[in-house]
């Protein structure tokens, strides 16, 4: 006696469900239990190189791309003379100054990979610009005290901010913006580029071509 037709089919069906189970679900080697989900195999993780102390500041710069002030893996001067005379040809300093004899402080950082200087000097503001325009309580109290139109002092502005500061009446107010920042935060017009030096001091035809590939 032959079996009715749905039977047969619903027979076929269960087998091939069953089948196509158990080649997707493989024994643990361990328990002999079927994990519900097979694992993935992970990502193996990047390799990591040894870790490079930078003797540099270019080097330096452009392995960290952008840093506040020098630090770690930075191991060379904390004020290197070649990234000063640069800083000193671009702000005029004479050839003859003592101070090209021996390095004085100054600030030198890291932007977009390349290396910015800025030398101190009389209220210039190396330091993260000031963008705040709310005023203290000392600048209210100044302004209680003067007449009106009065321009606040340094002292109590700070040499950090980016704004000119008057009194209006007794109430310290900005009149413009004196100041651009760059995008870390810094006033733009007292950071310059240090070119890196040519490296093949006898190749002078290639020196000019250096520092304009290197512009940032």
């Known amino acids: 006696m032959r079996a009715p037709r749905?039977?047969?089919v619903l027979a076929i069906l269960l087998s091939l469900l069953a089948a196509a189970c158990e080649g997707g679900r493989q024994p643990d080697a361990e328990t002999g239990s079927t994990p519900l989900v097979t694992p993935r195999t992970p990502h193996a993780a990047p390799a990591t190189s040894a870790n490079v102390d930078y003797e540099s500041p270019f080097s330096y710069c452009g392995q960290v791309v952008n840093a506040d002030e020098p630090g770690a893996p930075y191991a060379g001067e904390p004020h290197p003379a070649d990234v000063f005379l640069v800083l000193a040809d671009l702000t005029g300093i004479p050839q003859d100054a003592d101070v090209r004899e021996e390095t004085p402080e100054f600030s030198w950082r890291c932007m977009d990979g390349f290396v910015y200087a800025c030398t101190y000097g009389p209220n210039l503001p190396c330091g993260k610009a000031d963008l705040r325009s709310n005023a203290t309580p000392e600048m209210v109290q100044f302004c209680n005290e003067h007449f009106p139109g009065t321009p606040l002092p340094g002292s109590l502005t700070g040499h950090q901010t980016i704004y000119s500061w008057v009194c209006r009446g007794e109430?310290?107010?900005?009149?413009h913006q004196k100041y651009q920042v760059d995008p870390r935060g810094f006033v733009a017009g007292f950071w310059h580029w240090i070119p890196e030096p040519?490296?093949?001091?006898g190749d002078d035809g290639d020196a000019s071509e250096t520092a304009q590939s290197s512009s940032p």
Request: proline share 17%.
């Open 6 to 8: 749905g039977l047969v």
């Open 171 to 175: 109430t310290p107010a900005t009149t």
């Open 198 to 201: 040519e490296t093949s001091p």
